[in-house]
């Protein structure tokens, strides 16, 4: 099975910080997604990427951004964390259109500004 | 059913019984539904997927209803278990650019009473 892996599970970090959020993916996944998601809103794109060194915008881009340098790993920067960034972040991946579109989850990282 | 707001709907049900769990699409073009399931601190999982060229897809215990004229989806769980409380999103799959991307709704809690 397709593991994706983030690297932590909870993080306090405090208001003006640079945050550095890591997915790992082990399935040669072309794909990778950053959600955040809160009570209520559901999952909300914040950016993607369809290949290495390709990123594109969500519909919740702002005081974020990302780095794909390798195909397995896709970072999710915050730069310089607020404390309406306090969410649970998740990230997925997933393979090119022909065959199935579902996505695969990492487990979360929930992150708490102060 | 499935809406934008603050508060994530409930639906409770009592163990044994079948689920239904509700949501409404906003794309005319989807061409891919999903549903995920997520417990407690995981991140979301596949459960069922269906294609816009059908009306019903049967799993194990689940079934999946599309109905495109209204834009509608449902999730059906048969015999309803308490392993099967958790929230569970919808998601609707539109192709841009080179890949694939999923818009997710706000998920519906599931509690399964003893």
């Known amino acids: 099975d397709v593991k994706v892996t983030q690297s932590s599970r909870y993080l306090v970090k405090r208001t003006g910080e640079k945050v550095f959020l890591e997915c790992v993916q082990d399935m040669d996944h072309e794909n990778m997604f950053w959600y955040r998601q809160d009570p209520g809103l559901g999952l909300r794109l914040i950016y993607f990427s369809y290949d290495v060194k390709m990123k594109e915008k969500g519909d919740i881009p702002e005081g974020y951004s990302v780095s794909r340098e390798k195909k397995e790993r896709f970072s999710l920067i915050l730069e310089s964390a607020s404390t309406n960034q306090t969410s649970m972040y998740l990230c997925a991946s997933s393979s090119p259109p022909v065959g199935n579109y579902g996505y695969t989850f990492g487990s979360g990282t929930r992150l708490t500004v102060v | 059913g499935e809406s934008v707001g603050l508060h994530l709907p409930t639906l409770s049900v009592q163990e044994g019984d079948n689920s239904i769990i509700n949501c409404a699409y906003s794309?005319?073009?989807?061409?891919?539904f999903i549903w995920y399931k997520q417990e407690s601190g995981k991140g979301p999982q596949f459960i069922i997927d269906?294609?816009?060229?059908?009306d019903k897809r049967q799993g194990q215990r689940v079934t999946v209803l599309l109905n495109k004229t209204v834009k509608h989806l449902s999730l059906q769980i048969a015999a309803t278990q308490p392993g099967d409380s958790a929230v569970y999103f919808c998601?609707?799959?539109?192709?841009?650019?080179?890949?694939?991307?999923?818009?997710f709704g706000t998920g519906t809690q599931l509690k399964v009473e003893l």
């Open positions: 269906i294609r816009s060229n059908m």
């Open positions: 998601a609707e799959n539109s192709l841009t650019g080179g890949g694939n991307k999923l818009t």
């Open positions: 794309n005319s073009a989807s061409d891919y």
